[in-house]
């Protein structure tokens, strides 16, 4: 892909998590004056980028609309650490634990089933035996999705900005957006006492998505997402050869953990009843009501053995969801000027390359040949 300057495109891009960084990064490739703006700075803790890790996962429940893109996003991904020069994806193992009649795990097995994918199929003996770090019921089951892994998500963050600066784009960190006006010819900026002009821009917002008026219409929440530290004992069985993504369905929800990145701790988490909405985006909160904290310290002693259930370490971080699930690419003016890239409801970093490339290509070619289509917002917009 070439890299040689494009000067008739100048392109924003408003937000440096995953989805952001991607696309500056994409951009940048094919030789598009790209500025990235960022309120914090890239890797920050207070959107839906920082908490060291996110799961890889192919045989995913939502297999129908994510594994065409988590399929186009391997290659790019293998493409970003060959141009960082440092592993970003492990592809340790997901196993998902539950009675097999759960519907997510009942989900889980079509997606396997629908697009051939290699998901090996442990009863409660079998699983007990190969992974005793995770208590296994008689009544369950643990599929292995041997694809699957984990991504460093700062890492990856910092990776692509990188990137994207070594191609020519020009990072603006701790600048805050506060508007943009969309017109017939591009879309005017405003930050502070900064106002520019572009050719178009696309907005990868995070949390903050429901702040810009030129989104108003679109059905932007940001929730709180919860993630926990645990230590244990002997750390092993969360760090060696043994190691992998474990997701344990509740009847009400679901418990995960990753191997230890630091050798001393592991993460997990514990979603029952959806995350909580926020009242503002600006001001997370920095710990757990005691009841959720309470519900994390049974499940985990319930899901991990040999781990201490109170976590040595609590981050709160967010996402913006949106109704239905599936995030949010495309244009939302009639000229295809703004370009919103956000709303995945926290399930969209495995396949964030795909995203970036996609959105790149609605910029540069007028649309994507990436199997984005349900991620349209005009599905909110009619």
């Given at each position: 892909m070439s890299s040689q300057p494009n000067t008739s495109l100048n392109v924003a891009v408003v937000g440096?998590?995953?989805?952001?960084?991607?696309?500056?990064?994409?951009?940048?490739?094919?030789?598009?004056?790209?500025?990235?703006?960022?309120?914090?700075?890239?890797?920050?803790?207070?959107?839906?980028?920082?908490?060291?890790?996110?799961?890889?996962?192919?045989?995913?429940?939502?297999?129908?609309?994510?594994?065409?893109?988590?399929?186009?996003?391997?290659?790019?991904?293998?493409?970003?650490?060959?141009?960082?020069?440092?592993?970003l994806l492990k592809q340790t193992g997901v196993a998902s634990i539950g009675r097999p009649e759960d519907a997510s795990m009942q989900a889980t097995l079509a997606t396997a089933h629908r697009f051939g994918l290699p998901l090996e199929v442990l009863a409660s003996n079998a699983a007990a035996e190969r992974y005793p770090q995770f208590?296994?019921?008689?009544?369950?089951?643990?599929?292995?999705?041997?694809?699957?892994?984990?991504?460093?998500?700062?890492?990856?963050?910092?990776?692509?900005?990188?990137?994207?600066?070594?191609?020519?784009?020009?990072?603006?960190?701790?600048?805050?957006?506060?508007?943009?006006?969309p017109d017939s010819t591009g879309v005017t900026l405003r930050a502070g006492e900064l106002e520019q002009r572009y050719t178009h821009a696309i907005v990868a917002p995070g949390g903050w998505g429901h702040t810009f008026a030129a989104l108003a219409a679109l059905p932007l929440v940001p929730r709180r997402i919860a993630l926990s530290w645990f230590a244990a004992a002997d750390m092993r069985p969360f760090a060696d050869d043994r190691a992998l993504v474990m997701m344990r369905t509740l009847p009400d929800g679901y418990f995960n953990c990753f191997p230890s990145t630091d050798g001393a701790t592991l993460k997990g988490s514990c979603n029952i009843g959806g995350w909580p909405s926020l009242d503002s985006p600006d001001a997370l909160p920095r710990t757990l009501p005691k009841d959720e904290l309470a519900r994390l310290r049974h499940v985990a002693a319930q899901s991990l053995r040999g781990v201490y259930p109170d976590p040595v370490r609590i981050g709160i971080y967010m996402d913006a969801f949106t109704p239905d699930g599936e995030g949010l690419l495309g244009a939302v003016d009639p000229a295809a000027r703004l370009i919103v890239a956000g709303g995945f409801s926290g399930h969209g970093f495995k396949f964030s390359p795909a995203v970036g490339e996609a959105a790149a290509q609605l910029v540069v070619d007028g649309q994507a040949r990436l199997p984005v289509a349900h991620l349209d917002p005009a599905r909110y917009l009619r």
């Open positions: 440096a998590g995953v989805m952001g960084a991607m696309t500056a990064w994409r951009l940048a490739l094919r030789g598009v004056q790209v500025t990235l703006f960022e309120r914090h700075a890239p890797a920050h803790d207070q959107g839906a980028t920082g908490g060291d890790t996110r799961i890889f996962r192919v045989a995913c429940k939502e297999g129908s609309t994510h594994v065409p893109l988590i399929r186009a996003s391997l290659p790019l991904w293998h493409e970003l650490e060959a141009a960082a020069g440092r592993q208590p296994v019921a008689a009544d369950e089951c643990l599929y292995l999705d041997p694809e699957g892994g984990f991504i460093r998500a700062d890492h990856t963050v910092l990776a692509a900005v990188a990137q994207a600066c070594a191609l020519g784009a020009q990072l603006r960190a701790y600048t805050t957006v506060e508007a943009l006006a």
